[in-house]
């Protein structure tokens, strides 16, 4: 293993040095993936508040452990096993020695996401508290969704130590809070929201380009509602009659999920006023979302989306329902409206935001961008993220 990056002394050194600590997942700061992205700012914005950060990343290409700087973050990254061995097996011999001399060098490690086997594997091998953002991975919806058998058996075999162990797990909505009572007891429970760079708050608030739905994420269907919304679009449109606004659906493709959606346009004959451009980042998503007069999300189960966040720091209303997370907040402040997943009262809301006189269209706007700089920045998010740190090691609860 190459050389760790340097300055690091003993755990007891923590009142005149800042608190070290690790994280457990993937960088990719333009991913459509909530907790690689979620990561990668945290990791940005921790050092401003006390808190030096490494990564540790599984990496299948990684014949053995070694560091790597990426943006100026101080990657890990460490061998791991095919997905199917890895629930079989234990992890590489290079990978456990590495995690096991590193673990003396920090207070804390943060994992992120959850039913990684070399995530549990690896929890057994620290010999400091750790603690776990499942960002929606241990839901009753996900439980019992998609393989819910073999994580039955997972969280009989191995997930539930790997969760009674942990110091505290971290929910990124009070809904997710609630939730997570079945796993652990409430006082082990610590909510702290996603975040948006305050950046996206200077930018100045676009006029939207005619009146164009936007729905921006992973092409999951069940997940993210999108058979939802286009039920919801096709009613609005038999009911209105209109000619003129468009849906646009972005974003990658996930576990061939594109084709469905294709063909649920063509059932509701909405060929023409749906377009699927694939994934989008950077400039082009920048772009794409000041074109857009409201973004919706339907989604039946959520964390904290990222991408809806970003949406309202741009001044786009929403349409969004209570599993999003948001809901609250956007009535609240005004910033949209919150509908169920019902096809009728998503084609009401559609309708209510389409036709709103423009005056109250741009109050909107500002309220979107009010509601994200006074409860959603990462600079506010991560000065309490950091507070439960030092309470989690300083006071072993």
Sequence with gaps: MTNPPSGLGNVGEMAVRPLRVAHVGKYSPESASGPSKAIADMLTHLPNHGVQVELWHFDRRCEESEWRNIDGIQVLHLPKRPRSASFLMDLPNDAKEALTARSERIDLVHFHSVFIAENTRAASLLRVPYIISPRGGYGRSVLTGRNRLAKKIWLATHERRYISTARALHAVSLAEASELEHLV????????????????????????????????????????????????YAEFLRRSGDRSSELIIAGPDFRGDKKRIEQTVDRLELRGRVSLPGGVFGDDKWRLIDRAYAFVLTSRWEGMPFALLEALAAGRPALVTPETNLGDFVTSYGAGVEVTGKMQEIATGIQFLLSLPREEYLRMQLQARRLTSERFTWERVVKDLASHYRRITLTGS
């Design 185 to 232: 007891p409430r006082d082990q429970i610590f909510c702290v929201p996603n975040g948006i760079d305050e950046k996206i708050l200077e930018r100045p608030l676009q006029d939207p380009s005619g009146k164009t739905l936007l729905f921006l994420g992973r092409l999951a269907v069940k997940h993210k509602g999108i058979d939802l919304v286009l039920a919801g």
